[in-house]
């Protein structure tokens, strides 16, 4: 079995990513992942996401109410336009709101305070290294309005959060590449039916 990293090289843990200008004084936190499919291929698993779409890939049991995270594309979910919420849980309409987005190359989702301004933002871009090859990073920022989930206490801001962090940003990126590597290339969401998956993740 190969252990695939998701770790981030320094020059991604460093450099600037698009939606890094929407919060300033920002804590950060980068991941990434090599998946052997061309940017195009992967865009479309990055739109559909979030709960009670096509979930976000990770622990379900966590954030998609035990529902199992899409294995196919979802040609109704492939539009994404500034504004629209990928709902964080199921059956809430609160949720990642869609801040800026480049199809095939960045999305940039956040999440907002009562006034309307993001308080931390998530950051999915694509970069193709070589042809066929996609760098999926990805960085979650909090700003200094950001409160930990669940009712956590502030201090769990540098400890708690980015360890779950680390391990939910870990399965999805691998649920992402093993769906995207999973499909004969060239493959993409069709306009009147889903596209069966080849292999469970």
């Given at each position: 079995m190969i252990i695939r990293s998701v770790r981030a090289r320094r020059g991604e843990r460093l450099g600037p990513l698009p939606g890094d200008d929407l919060l300033a004084d920002a804590r950060s936190l980068t991941h990434a992942i090599t998946i052997r499919r061309p940017a195009r291929e992967v865009w479309p698993w990055l739109v559909q996401m979030g709960a009670g779409r096509a979930g976000w890939y990770s622990y379900d049991f966590v954030d998609n109410g035990r529902r199992h995270s899409a294995r196919s594309?979802?040609?109704?979910?492939?539009?994404?336009?500034?504004?629209?919420?990928?709902?964080?849980?199921?059956?809430?309409?609160?949720?990642f709101v869609v801040l800026r987005s480049e199809p095939e190359?960045?999305?940039?989702?956040?999440?907002?305070?009562?006034?309307g301004q993001p308080i931390m933002t998530w950051s999915f871009v694509l970069e193709e290294p070589e042809p066929g090859s996609t760098r999926l990073i990805v960085r979650a920022r909090g700003?200094?309005?950001y409160r930990p989930p669940f009712?956590?206490?502030?201090?769990?801001?540098?400890?708690?959060?980015?360890?779950?962090?680390?391990v939910m940003q870990r399965k999805q990126l691998l649920g992402i590449a093993r769906r995207a590597e999973a499909l004969p290339q060239g493959l993409r969401a069709q306009p009147e039916a889903t596209v069966a998956m080849h292999e469970n993740a």
């Open positions: 594309l979802l040609p109704g979910l492939q539009q994404v336009s500034v504004g629209d919420v990928f709902p964080a849980l199921p059956g809430v309409s609160e949720g190359r960045y999305l940039v989702l956040g999440w907002r305070s009562p006034t700003g200094a309005d009712g956590l206490p502030a201090w769990t801001v540098k400890t708690l959060v980015p360890l779950g962090h680390a």
